[in-house]
Nanobody, 117 residues
Framework: VQLQASGGGLVQAGGSLRLSCAASGRTFGSYTLGWFRQVPGKGREFVATITGSGSPTYYTDSRFTISRDNAKNTVYLQMNSLKPEDTAIYYC??????????????WGQGTQVTVSS
């Protein structure tokens, strides 16, 4: 499985971005997909996950929405009302299960999101 994240960039506080992550390989439809983020010097943080059946779990507030399109093998993260503290590298990941005790099996390369104040 390979994952390619895109959609990051520089945005002013209060703005929006939509991240995309295209997956290739088998079992995409049945795997859980997730978004994580990391800032320098800190560990990788859960943002949101979504199961193969489309059930989301959020680890941040309601400004973020995760969705998936199995026909396009793509997972999205819509981020609204962005704040400077959302600045991070955002990673997509996937695996049969993703929980706080079961980390993803596959990771994408990350896309930088920078929110200016």
């Amino acid at each position: 499985v390979q994952l390619q994240a895109s959609g990051g960039g520089l945005v002013q506080a209060g703005g929006s971005l939509r991240l995309s992550c295209a997956a290739s390989g088998r079992t995409f439809g049945s795997y859980t997909l997730g978004w994580f983020r990391q800032v320098p010097g800190k560990g990788r943080e859960f943002v949101a996950t979504i199961t193969g059946s489309g059930s989301p779990t959020y680890y941040t507030d309601s400004r973020f929405t995760i969705s998936r399109d199995n026909a396009k093998n793509t997972v999205y993260l819509q981020m609204n009302s962005l704040k400077p503290e959302d600045t991070a590298i955002y990673y997509c990941a996937t695996g049969p299960t993703i929980t706080t005790s079961t980390l993803p099996r596959y990771w994408g390369q990350g896309t930088q999101v920078t929110v200016s104040s």
